[in-house]
């Protein structure tokens, strides 16, 4: 019994010992503001790039809603959140607290800790911009993720494999969309294969769509994706805007 208590002690004594040693290595609390890009950007995923190919092939309305039901309840997208604030939060990576607050001309959002990459996602948007970029739990480095285009940020989706890391951006001008961009839509493929950390992340798979405006996008399978789609925004007589021509659609991808 004696032992046993000495050994009770003894572990006790280290746990707080080590939570002791956690606490005196944190620095003081760093409040990211617009200097977001030199605290983050130490990486960025767009050294190379793929052709990656889809084929669309069209389903029902009540499929999609199907899938999304099923997808849905899967979904944890706000895990591991460190505090929070009315327009504030803090994520702590490393042995630095970083507070992301929201100002009249930069919004900070928090869109939750991905296990597959041990990392935080956040997104920051403002005039003119909408980007994300992932910090790693261990390290504070940061990945700035490619965006083509300069609003409309979404969520990067694990497959549900853990095999890859999709994301999506588009258009919602249609053709006029050229004025500017190279493409209406645009679908973004990480192979995680060999992937430890977001360090690893180096080499993306994209696909540039003509042919369609993605309102919604999501995983079904390893190879699979299913997607919401319109033409274009458009307007009636009456001057009110609507989704021209939507549809469902299933994506069989080729690696």
Not at 140 to 163: H, K, T, V, W
Not at 206 to 231: P, R
């Given at each position: 019994?004696?032992?046993l208590l000495i050994l009770v002690?003894?572990?006790?004594?280290?746990?707080?010992?080590?939570?002791?040693?956690?606490?005196?290595?944190?620095?003081?609390?760093?409040?990211?503001?617009?200097?977001?890009?030199?605290?983050?950007?130490?990486?960025?995923?767009?050294?190379?790039?793929?052709?990656?190919?889809?084929?669309?092939?069209?389903?029902?309305?009540?499929?999609?809603?199907?899938?999304?039901?099923?997808?849905?309840?899967k979904v944890d997208t706000i895990?591991?959140?460190?505090?929070?604030?009315?327009?504030?939060?803090?994520?702590?990576?490393?042995?630095?607290?970083?507070?992301?607050?929201?100002?009249?001309?930069?919004?900070?959002?928090?869109?939750?800790?991905?296990?597959?990459?041990?990392?935080?996602?956040?997104?920051?948007?403002?005039?003119?911009?909408?980007?994300?970029?992932?910090?790693?739990?261990?390290?504070?480095?940061?990945?700035?993720?490619?965006?083509?285009?300069?609003?409309?940020?979404?969520?990067?989706?694990?497959?549900?494999?853990?095999?890859?890391?999709?994301?999506?951006?588009?258009?919602?001008?249609?053709?006029?969309?050229?004025?500017?961009?190279?493409?209406?839509?645009?679908?973004?493929?990480?192979?995680?294969?060999?992937?430890?950390?977001?360090?690893?992340?180096?080499?993306?798979?994209?696909?540039?769509?003509?042919?369609?405006?993605?309102?919604?996008?999501?995983?079904?399978?390893?190879?699979?994706?299913?997607?919401?789609?319109?033409?274009?925004?458009?307007?009636?007589?009456?001057?009110?805007?609507?989704?021209?021509?939507?549809?469902?659609?299933?994506?069989?991808?080729?690696?």
């Amino acid at each position: 019994m004696k032992h046993l208590l000495i050994l009770v002690f003894t572990f006790k004594s280290l746990c707080l010992f080590a939570q002791s040693e956690k606490n005196q290595k944190a620095k003081d609390t760093v409040n990211v503001l617009n200097n977001v890009y030199e605290q983050f950007s130490d990486l960025r995923l767009e050294t190379d790039s793929i052709k990656l190919k889809i084929d669309f092939n069209s389903i029902t309305k009540l499929e999609f809603e199907t899938y999304e039901e099923l997808y849905e309840r899967k979904v944890d997208t706000i895990a591991k959140l460190i505090s929070r604030t009315e327009n504030s939060f803090q994520i702590r990576a490393s042995d630095t607290i970083f507070e992301f607050s929201t100002r009249a001309d930069r919004t900070f959002w928090y869109q939750g800790f991905y296990p597959r990459l041990n990392s935080y996602l956040v997104g920051v948007s403002g005039a003119g911009i909408c980007e994300m970029f992932f910090i790693d739990k261990n390290s504070a480095n940061g990945l700035l993720m490619p965006e083509f285009y300069d609003s409309g940020c979404n969520q990067p989706m694990i497959s549900p494999d853990n095999r890859f890391l999709m994301t999506y951006g588009t258009c919602p001008e249609g053709n006029f969309c050229f004025d500017y961009y190279d493409h209406i839509s645009t679908i973004l493929i990480i192979d995680l294969k060999h992937v430890e950390s977001i360090m690893d992340l180096k080499t993306f798979r994209f696909s540039g769509i003509n042919d369609f405006v993605i309102e919604n996008l999501f995983w079904i399978g390893t190879d699979e994706i299913v997607l919401k789609v319109f033409d274009e925004i458009a307007f009636d007589n009456n001057g009110q805007d609507y989704k021209k021509n939507i549809r469902y659609l299933k994506g069989k991808i080729e690696w």
